[in-house]
C-alpha cells in the first residue's frame, strides 16, 4: 500500500497559481502511474493529469494541458501538480493517487477506480 499525503491546496483569485504537493511513502513508486484527480462540488472525481514515476512521461487533460504541469522528485518521493491560470471552474478538492503500472495505454489511467490508493484530498477555491 501506497500512503499519499497532499498539501498546497489553498484560496486564490482567478489568474494566480498554486503548486500542490503528494508526497508518498510505505513503496518504491518506480512501477506506479500517480494521477491527479479533481472533484468538483456535486461532481465525481475527475482525472487531470498523470506521470509514469519511471519514465517520467507525463498525460493531461484537454482542461489541464497548457495550464498545468506534473512533475515528481525522486529523492523526495513526492509529485507536484503547478497550476497557472486559474479559473473559477478549478475550484474543487484535488487528490493525488497511485496506480500500479500494467502496461496500458494513458486513457486507462484516467479512471479512477484503477488507482488502489489514494490521499485525504486538498481543497483548492478559486474565487473571480
Known amino acids: 500500500q501506497v500512503r499519499l499525503v497532499e498539501s498546497g491546496g489553498g484560496l486564490v483569485q482567478a489568474g494566480g497559481s498554486l503548486r500542490l504537493s503528494c508526497a508518498a511513502s510505505g513503496r518504491a513508486l518506480n512501477s506506479y502511474i500517480m494521477g491527479w484527480f479533481r472533484r468538483a462540488p456535486g461532481k465525481d472525481r475527475d482525472f487531470l493529469a498523470g506521470?509514469?514515476?519511471?519514465?517520467?512521461?507525463?498525460k493531461f487533460t484537454d482542461s489541464a494541458q497548457g495550464r498545468f504541469t506534473i512533475s515528481r522528485d525522486n529523492a523526495k518521493n513526492t509529485v507536484y501538480l503547478q497550476m497557472n491560470s486559474l479559473k473559477p471552474e478549478d475550484t474543487g478538492v484535488y487528490y493525488c493517487?497511485?496506480?500500479?503500472?500494467?502496461?496500458?495505454?494513458?486513457?486507462?489511467?484516467?479512471?479512477?477506480?484503477?488507482?488502489?490508493?489514494w490521499g485525504q484530498g486538498t481543497q483548492v477555491t478559486v474565487s473571480s
Open positions: 493517487a497511485a496506480a500500479r503500472d500494467v502496461a496500458k495505454p494513458w486513457r486507462y489511467y484516467s479512471t479512477p477506480a484503477v488507482y488502489g490508493d
Open positions: 506521470i509514469d514515476w519511471s519514465s517520467g512521461t507525463t
